[in-house]
């Protein structure tokens, strides 16, 4: 009987553990309906490409460790696919989304299932299109609680609020582009930066703004989110400060600041207290931009309004910093630390096996059809990468040749004065379709060395399918020798988007434990789509566990 007794109280138990387990890893279902959607803003009104209707699109909620399982609908003409931006995607690379890099996109009347688990993620990401420039309309947040019974590594909020911003054209953003890559020319600049998908009182129209409801003694996580296309943007409530504790889904060391710097692709987690009197507070965003290259200079607003405050009250504004506030973005960056604990400890490579320096900029390639006989292009290590017609982690896994090549150049074929006045006596590219083969496991170091070729500019580039370790910047040209001193190598920030100085560098680390093929590019769409990305190819390891996973069975067809 005793015996009885203890096998059913074991059962019991593992019965329990199990159970707490599936409570504790859960399966989020969701489902994207792409549809077109007439939307008005700056007193004009256009049909749009959305999800579910939405602008912005629907949020993502799930917590570490969960699966989450999307089915995504296309109804409209053009095809679609959906990045789930920062989203490691561990073994499972046909859900990361980028079109014709780990899947063909989804044609129209078709539908795919995206399933991937948040191993080890928490904090605030985004999803977007990722073809051609769709993620103008097409994005949404994406937050990841931790586990259940895990606290934050700071107080707990009363409350938090997801705060996506955006840009806005009023005509056809496709058409936009098209029209400049006929012309051989930079493309026109937003109309409009949004808040919520809400521009705020514009020049000749009284447009609507965002609104942010606070009580006074209360604290709010700011949940903000750089779904723009092209700017990096200055973020700013009139009269408060803002708590910094996490970026791009990583903790850091928390610091106070009056204005965030983020750019495209990037995202900022920020503890508002509301203690100021009441009243309605200006909240604004507008472009930063240190150099020759147009920015849609249309500031964005909301208001952040106390309970209790009376109709008509007047609002407190805010000074934005200038356009080319350098020392404004260069302060915010530098306050990045990880948070570095025992729980969350900064795991940084300090030794190398692939030592890689890509510079990265704009070029000018001859063209035919092209109003002067030239197209802009940019380029990584002066290749302008070709999107091909089968998606490169296809071509690996069936191992279908002809689809690329793994020559992609570990540095610049040919060294100059990167950041210099003088500008190479060559401007053209080369084009083609290389990745830059990683072998499972090996550790990385980039250094992405921006140019002034034409102009230099700030480069916010993004790394799908990992994040890495910011160890260190600067201005001018790096230095293998004297720069890698200074490397920070205890508490540099984690990232999956990082802003290189204009006229300067950034060095990140990372390892190559996923396999898979993997997209680097600038997440300045115009950038993108001129050229400026490549791939890494990270080779299985030993055994399932370190090997990409079989492809679903609905994986869409070129």
């Known amino acids: 009987m005793g015996f009885r007794i203890l096998a059913l109280i074991l059962i019991l138990i593992s019965t329990t553990f199990l159970y707490l387990a599936c409570v504790e890893s859960r399966v989020r279902h969701y489902k994207f309906d792409v549809v077109q959607k007439n939307i008005t803003r700056l007193c004009t009104s256009k049909s749009i490409i959305t999800v579910n209707g939405k602008f912005p699109g629907p949020t993502i909620y799930a917590r570490e460790d969960d699966t989450v399982i999307v089915r995504v609908v296309n109804h409209v003409k ?13 073994r499972t690379g046909w859900a990361d989304g980028p079109g014709y890099i780990t899947q063909c996109p989804i044609q129209t009347g078709q539908s795919y299932v995206y399933k991937f688990t948040l191993t080890g993620q928490r904090g605030t990401l985004l999803w977007h299109s990722h073809i051609n420039w769709q993620r103008a309309t ?43 890559m006929r012309l051989g020319i930079p493309p026109n600049v937003s109309d409009a930066h949004t ?14 703004g965002y609104s942010l409801h606070v009580e006074n003694g209360k604290t709010y996580m700011l949940r903000i989110i750089n779904a723009a296309v092209n700017e990096d943007l200055f973020f700013k409530i009139a009269g408060h400060q803002l708590t910094v504790v996490e970026v791009d889904a990583s903790y850091t060391k928390p610091f106070q600041t009056d204005t965030i710097f983020i750019a495209p692709g990037q995202t900022t987690n920020a503890i508002l207290t509301a203690d100021q009197g009441t009243g309605n507070y200006l909240i604004a965003i507008s472009p930063f931009m240190d150099t020759i ?44 630390r990880s948070l570095d604990s025992r729980k ?97 496991n090996s550790t990385v170091q980039i250094v992405l060395q921006g140019t002034s070729i034409i102009a230099p500019e700030s480069h916010p580039t993004h790394l799908h399918g990992f994040n890495f370790y910011v160890v260190g910047k600067g201005l001018g040209n790096y230095d293998p020798v004297d720069d890698p001193k200074k490397f920070n190598l205890v508490d540099p920030v984690e990232r999956n988007t990082i802003s290189v100085p204009t006229g300067g560098w950034t060095a990140i680390r990372f390892r190559a434990d996923n396999p898979g093929v993997w997209f680097l590019h600038c997440h300045l769409e115009v950038h993108t789509t001129w050229g400026l990305k490549m791939a890494f190819l990270v080779e299985n390891g030993e055994g399932p566990n370190q090997s990409i996973i079989d492809p679903p069975l609905d994986l869409p067809k070129c």
Request: aromatic share 10%.
């Open 78 to 90: 053009d095809n679609v696919t959906i990045h789930w931006h920062g989203v490691r995607q561990l």
């Open 293 to 336: 290259v147009a920015t849609d200079n249309v500031t964005a607003t909301g208001t952040l309004r106390y309970n209790g405050t009376l109709a008509f009250t007047a609002t407190d504004v805010t000074v934005l910093p200038p356009r080319n506030a350098t020392p404004v973005t260069t302060k915010f960056m530098d306050s990045l």
């Open 344 to 440: 969350y400890p900064a795991d940084v490579p300090e030794s190398v096996d692939h030592s890689l320096v890509f510079a990265i900029g704009v070029g000018i390639n001859p063209c035919a059809t092209c109003t002067n006989g030239t197209r802009v292009v940019a380029d990584i290590n002066n290749v302008s990468f070709v999107m091909p017609t089968t998606a490169l982690l296809q071509a690996h896994y069936y191992n279908i040749s002809g689809v690329y090549t793994d020559d992609f150049p570990p540095r610049p074929p040919t060294p100059f004065d990167y950041t210099g006045a003088a500008q190479p006596a060559n401007m053209q590219t080369k084009n083609g379709t290389r990745v830059y083969r990683l072998g499972y």
């Open 138 to 180: 097409v994005h949404g947040a994406i937050v990841i609680l931790p586990k259940r019974g895990t606290p934050y590594p700071f107080p707990k909020p009363d409350k938090e609020k997801i705060i996506v911003l955006g840009e806005w054209w009023k005509s056809d953003v496709e058409a936009v582009i098209d029209q400049a």
């Open 195 to 208: 808040i919520m998908g809400l521009p705020g009182p514009v020049q000749n129209c009284p447009s609507q």
